[in-house]
């Protein structure tokens, strides 16, 4: 039962401008969970979810720690298969097609569904190397020019180009934390990813680092859907279109990032958005 619309004063968060003109998602829906629960041995993390997830949207996960956000975001991309004890149940469909098909490729469904985690982490290879493992491991690329272009167009996406183009043959893992998490969205979008995962992508970065992620974020959902994890309510204020918040296992509500932050349906929603518990 809602206790009443929380005044703007009791919220922890400050929506941006851009908040008051963010569009809401329309159209196709790109990736769609039902019923999804998952199971770590004998005990069940996720209590059914059911969500929709329009192209080209950001949507933010929010909760507790311990909610359920980065399990059910592993669901998008079957990443709990390499976790021996889950099991996850429901349904998850890409562009209506079921990912948890048997007959389903599941390093295809990865390129397709990219990710990229809490720390950085650059393969122990060069810059250029950390890019062109994907291309060439998914066959897209048929020559050394065109593999070269993939590199520079994805670093050049993920805002990393200028900092590395003299230096493609160093490590990655000589990059800084926020340079190095670039490499790795470039990565993923190097094998042309339809979705990008994010989990907490910053919370390893300095504000500097976070504030040039956000940005790309902005700029990359114009040609991606990308779903992200995150602690920070400001930072799903900042980058997200809409905001899911998880609470025990369970979906509570998710609507516009606006809504959820100024006009929340649900206590608990309330009651976490207001710094009462989480
Ligand atoms: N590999 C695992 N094995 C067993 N239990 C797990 C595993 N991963 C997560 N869990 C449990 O599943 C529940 C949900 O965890 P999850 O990490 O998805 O939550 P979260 O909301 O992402 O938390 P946080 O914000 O702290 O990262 C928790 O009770 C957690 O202890």
Known sequence: MNMGQPSMNTLKVTLPESAD??????????????????????????????????????????????????????????????????????????????????????????????????KPNPFPKSIFENIAYGPRLHGLVDNKTDLEEIVE??????????????????????????????????????????VILMDEPCSALDPIATTIIEELIDELKGSYTIAIVTHNMQQAARVSDRTAFFHLGNLVELSATREIFTNPQDTRTEDYITGRFG
């Open 21 to 118: 003109s963010q569009a809401l998602p329309q159209g196709n829906i790109k990736m769609s969970a039902r019923d999804v629960k998952v199971f770590y041995g004998a005990s069940e993390a996720l209590h059914g979810i059911n969500m929709d997830i329009y192209e080209n949207e950001v949507v933010a996960f929010i909760g507790p720690s311990g909610c359920g956000k980065s399990t059910f975001l592993r669901c998008l991309n079957r990443m709990n298969d390499t976790i021996d004890s889950a099991r996850v149940t429901g349904k998850v469909t890409l562009d209506d097609q079921d990912i948890y098909d048997p007959s389903l490729d599941v390093v295809q469904l990865r390129a397709q569904v990219g990710m990229v985690f809490q």
């Open 153 to 194: 167009s994805s670093l050049r996406r993920a805002g990393l180009w200028n900092e590395v183009k003299d230096r493609l043959d160093a490590p990655g893992t000589g990059l800084s934390g926020g340079q190095q998490q670039r490499l790795c969205i470039a990565r993923a979008i190097a094998v042309s990813p339809e």
